[in-house]
């Protein structure tokens, strides 16, 4: 239950950003608008808008929030949609996270609204936003977010002690509103369905891994704003050594099997060639080395860290 204090607060904010609106500048004709006020070159009468970072889970989204703070003029904070960011984009754009594969599942989630004003404001909000979607090896994804799962950083997508990776994989995904599809079937969905939107700039985790730089011009571009020397800033991650302390005890093999099955999956969403070599085990499908230390199996199965190659800390 929302508390008076909080419901105040935010009837007073409402009431600045109608104040604001009515001084705010005509757009220009073709120029968008976020809720109140021009997005893009803004001033002190608009809001900035909101960037997106969409992606499945476990597939970099921190390692993008994180880059886009250290290198971009945005907010220190990153945000959920859910929650009350709405004032602090009178100074900055916003950094908002989402795993949602459309609006309509972020409506039917888990999370509650604190109240229909806040629903609406926050819809035109998303309208309006930058919206960056992040991807990576869905096998990678798949064995970090068991891991992830058993770990139960998430309590309602706790696994039971015992459960193996074979049956997670295969099992109705419980992150699927209607529990119809599997593990692989729901990123396989997830990843078409932000493929289909052409007003996404869509990223690689291994890409922006691997050439930082060229990507994050390509971030600067789309955003429309200059990339700037890296800042620091605390990471935002959770959960870095959970795969590899989980893996002594349940091992998560990638095997044939598992590939036939994504490739499957893969064509059946018909998703394009996203560079991956579907249809061939990757070198981290093998059970990890049991000789080996917990921070290297980490660095070679689940690099969440990578902020550091950017310059980030």
Request: with cysteine.
């Amino acid at each position: 239950m929302v508390s008076l204090s909080r419901k105040t607060s935010r009837a007073l904010a409402v009431l600045r950003w109608r104040y604001l609106a009515r001084g705010a500048p005509r757009a220009e004709s073709g120029a968008e608008r976020c809720f109140l006020g021009p997005v893009g070159g803004c001033d002190a009468h608009g809001l900035r808008p909101a960037i997106m970072v969409h992606a499945h889970r476990r597939s970099g989204t921190h390692f993008l929030i994180d880059t886009l703070r250290s290198r971009f003029d945005v907010d220190r904070d990153w945000f959920h949609l859910e929650e009350d960011f709405f004032a602090r984009l009178v100074r900055a754009p916003v950094v908002i996270k989402g795993h949602e594969r459309f609006w309509g599942e972020k409506i039917r989630g888990r999370d509650c609204w604190h109240s229909y004003l806040h629903w609406v404001a926050a819809a035109a909000c998303y309208s309006g936003a930058r919206h960056i979607h992040i991807l990576r090896d869905p096998r990678a994804v798949l064995r970090s977010q068991f891991y992830f799962d058993l770990k139960g950083h998430e309590p309602a997508f706790r696994l039971k002690p015992g459960t193996s990776f074979q049956s997670y994989l295969r099992a109705p995904s419980a992150r699927d509103p209607d529990r119809r599809v599997n593990q692989i079937a729901y990123w396989c969905a997830h990843v078409a369905a932000w493929l289909e939107r052409d007003d996404v700039l869509h990223l690689r985790y291994e890409d922006l891994l691997a050439a930082p730089e060229a990507e994050l011009a390509r971030i600067g571009g789309f955003l429309g704003m200059p990339v700037r020397p890296a800042q620091r800033r605390a990471s935002s991650a959770i959960g870095r050594k959970t795969s590899t302390r989980q893996a002594a005890v349940a091992p998560a093999v990638w095997s044939e099997r598992e590939e036939a099955l994504l490739m499957e999956v893969w064509r059946a969403f018909g998703l394009p060639d996203l560079g991956y070599e579907i249809g061939r085990v990757p070198a981290f499908g093998a059970a990890p080395d049991p000789d080996r230390s917990w921070e290297a199996e980490e660095a070679a199965e689940d690099p969440i860290d990578a902020p550091r190659a950017l310059g980030a800390f």
